[in-house]
Each structure stands twice: as structure tokens, then as C-alpha cells.
């Protein structure tokens, strides 16, 4: 009798423990719509819009999004999902134009999968559908509480990571097949130097990876440099425009970057060439 006491007052510690964290987790993610709008409506007052940005965007996907430029020094981009890009001001010190819409394209791509509101979703889905698991298992096994509780945290924590990375790399996709991929790459090193991110990644980086909502910059700058496939972009583009410019990302300079890619002398040399090929073209298209 005490004992069957013993484990009915256990079951209710248990579903109550994780209502409670349930609970939380609806809180966080009502509070983070209402924090995210007041936040977003701050910043409009606080940036200022860049046409010259937008215009290009427009040119490259005939649809209107709007830039707004952060005056900070830092080099980051985000999105709330609504057709706004908000930059940090230093990735317009740091970076040329093309890298700029390479960032903006990764952008656009969140907004177009509504990546934002996916992520804001999984939250309380997560946790709820997890909590029903862990009160199952503890009815199965009642001696494993402590051991399903900690890797209760442990999985809620890898989905939400793993959800995120899947999104970063489809964004980062999204840019590469439209013709950035050099470009995002070069982006991506820009950042890697500017906070001395180191090439290789540590153990403990390894260790942790699975955690990390962005996957390593040094694997993101290689997946940039390695991929090729364009061509059924460059049928579905909406423009001339933006399939010449997808046609002249991908005229082979990619296949001479994969060969080299570890001569860091010469891979720069042929950045900078492309480069400079690269703003020639844009121009005289931009002519037409
Ligand atoms: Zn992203």
C-alpha cells in the first residue's frame, strides 16, 4: 500500500515537473513574438534602409525586400521573417557588394522557408512532445527517472540545434544556387577574420558541434567552394539578368578553386581576379 502510494505520488512529481517545463518553454515562446516585434520596431527607428542594396535584389529576384543597415561595427546578419534584412553596419565596411547579396540571399532564403517562425514553433513542440515520451519511459522504467531527465535536456537541446544547422545549410545553399557561392565564401572568411576563428577545429569544437545552432564557418567556406550544381536554376530564373549572373558564377572558376583550395597564395590571387572579372560583367549587364 505505502508503496503503491510511494509511486503514485512519484508519476505525479514527474508529469508535474515537465508541465512546469512545458510551461516555461510557452512562455519563452510567447514572450519572444511579443519581445521579437517591440525589438524589430526598435530597430527600424534605429537603421537606415539601403536602396542601393535593395535595388540590386530586386534586379537579381524581382521581388521587393527591404535592407536596413545597423550602425554597428559588428559583421552580422539576421532576419525576423517578415521581407526585411537587417545588416550590422561592418558587414558594409568589410565586404564588396557581391558578398553583400550573397549574405542577403542566405537571408532570403529564411524568409521564403519561413525558417524564423519554424524555429520559434519547434520550441514548444519539442518540449511537449518530449515531455509525453519522458512520461511514458518513467512509467516503463520507473528506476531510470534521473537518467531520462538529463538526456531529456540533452536531445531537446541537439533537435533544436540540429533543426537550426539544417536551416543555415539549405540558406547557404539557396545563395550558392544562385550564383554566390564564391562569393559567400569569401564573405564567410572575411567574418573568420575578423573574429580569428581558427581554420581547424579544436576537440572541445568537435565535442560540442552538435549543440551549435551555425555549423563551423570552415566547413560552411568549403561547402560554398565545392558546390556546382546551378543549371536547373538557371532555367527556372525569373530575369535574363539573374540567369547570366548564375551562368557566370559557374564558368568554371569553382573547378579551379577545388583543385587549389589548399594553396591559400594562390586561392586569394584567384579570388581577387574573379573579382575584379566579376564586377566588369555585372557591369556591362547592367547596361541592358
Ligand atoms: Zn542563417
Same mark, same amino acid.
Given at each position: 500500500?505505502?508503496?503503491?502510494?510511494?509511486?503514485?505520488?512519484?508519476?505525479? /512529481?514527474?508529469?508535474?515537473?515537465?508541465?512546469?517545463?512545458?510551461?516555461?518553454?510557452?512562455f519563452?515562446?510567447?514572450?519572444?513574438?511579443?519581445?521579437?516585434?517591440?525589438?524589430?520596431? #526598435?530597430?527600424?527607428?534605429?537603421?537606415?534602409?539601403?536602396?542601393?542594396?535593395?535595388?540590386?535584389?530586386?534586379?537579381? $529576384?524581382?521581388?521587393?525586400?527591404?535592407?536596413?543597415?545597423?550602425?554597428s561595427?559588428?559583421?552580422?546578419?539576421?532576419?525576423?521573417?517578415?521581407?526585411?534584412?537587417?545588416l550590422?553596419?561592418?558587414?558594409? #565596411?568589410?565586404?564588396?557588394?557581391?558578398?553583400?547579396?550573397?549574405?542577403?540571399?542566405?537571408?532570403i532564403?529564411?524568409?521564403?522557408?519561413?525558417?524564423?517562425?519554424?524555429?520559434?514553433?519547434? /520550441?514548444?513542440?519539442?518540449?511537449?512532445?518530449?515531455?509525453?515520451?519522458?512520461?511514458? $519511459? /518513467?512509467?516503463?522504467?520507473?528506476?531510470?527517472?534521473?537518467?531520462?531527465?538529463?538526456?531529456?535536456?540533452?536531445?531537446?537541446?541537439?533537435?533544436?540545434?540540429q533543426?537550426?544547422?539544417?536551416?543555415?545549410? /539549405?540558406?547557404?545553399?539557396?545563395?550558392?544556387?544562385?550564383?554566390?557561392?564564391?562569393?559567400?565564401?569569401s564573405?564567410?572568411?572575411?567574418? #573568420?577574420?575578423?573574429?580569428?576563428?581558427?581554420?581547424?577545429?579544436?576537440?572541445?569544437?568537435?565535442?560540442?558541434?552538435?549543440?551549435?545552432?551555425?555549423?563551423?564557418?570552415?566547413?560552411?567556406?568549403?561547402?560554398?567552394?565545392?558546390?556546382?550544381?546551378?543549371?536547373?536554376?538557371?532555367?527556372?530564373?525569373?530575369?535574363?539578368?539573374?540567369a547570366?549572373?548564375?551562368?557566370?558564377?559557374?564558368?568554371?572558376?569553382?573547378?579551379?578553386?577545388?583543385?587549389?583550395?589548399?594553396?591559400?597564395?594562390?586561392?586569394?590571387?584567384?579570388?581577387?581576379?574573379?573579382?575584379?572579372? #566579376?564586377?566588369?560583367?555585372?557591369?556591362?549587364?547592367?547596361?541592358?
Amino acid at each position: 500500500m505505502l508503496d503503491k502510494k510511494k509511486k503514485f505520488l512519484q508519476e505525479i /512529481d514527474v508529469v508535474s515537473f515537465f508541465s512546469v517545463f512545458v510551461l516555461y518553454r510557452l512562455f519563452l515562446f510567447c514572450s519572444s513574438i511579443v519581445l521579437s516585434l517591440i525589438y524589430a520596431n #526598435q530597430l527600424r527607428k534605429t537603421s537606415t534602409r539601403d536602396k542601393k542594396i535593395e535595388k540590386n535584389l530586386k534586379m537579381l $529576384l524581382k521581388e521587393d525586400y527591404k535592407v536596413w543597415v545597423i550602425p554597428s561595427t559588428d559583421m552580422n546578419a539576421f532576419t525576423f521573417g517578415t521581407k526585411e534584412i537587417f545588416l550590422f553596419h561592418g558587414i558594409k #565596411q568589410k565586404m564588396n557588394m557581391n558578398e553583400i547579396i550573397a549574405i542577403c540571399l542566405h537571408e532570403i532564403s529564411h524568409i521564403k522557408k519561413y525558417h524564423p517562425l519554424k524555429t520559434t514553433l519547434a /520550441d514548444p513542440i519539442f518540449a511537449i512532445l518530449y515531455a509525453t515520451i519522458e512520461v511514458a $519511459l /518513467d512509467l516503463i522504467f520507473p528506476n531510470l527517472l534521473y537518467f531520462f531527465v538529463v538526456a531529456y535536456f540533452i536531445v531537446f537541446k541537439i533537435s533544436k540545434a540540429q533543426l537550426s544547422q539544417k536551416f543555415e545549410w /539549405d540558406s547557404d545553399d539557396f545563395a550558392i544556387k544562385m550564383g554566390y557561392g564564391n562569393y559567400l565564401a569569401s564573405a564567410f572568411m572575411k567574418i #573568420q577574420k575578423q573574429y580569428k576563428i581558427p581554420e581547424k577545429m579544436t576537440f572541445y569544437e568537435k565535442m560540442i558541434e552538435f549543440f551549435q545552432s551555425h555549423p563551423h564557418i570552415t566547413k560552411r567556406i568549403k561547402h560554398a567552394l565545392k558546390k556546382k550544381e546551378v543549371l536547373k536554376d538557371i532555367v527556372t530564373s525569373k530575369s535574363i539578368y539573374s540567369a547570366t549572373i548564375v551562368l557566370l558564377h559557374h564558368s568554371g572558376l569553382t573547378l579551379i578553386y577545388d583543385k587549389y583550395m589548399k594553396d591559400n597564395s594562390f586561392k586569394n590571387k584567384i579570388m581577387s581576379l574573379a573579382e575584379k572579372i #566579376q564586377q566588369k560583367l555585372n557591369l556591362k549587364i547592367r547596361g541592358f
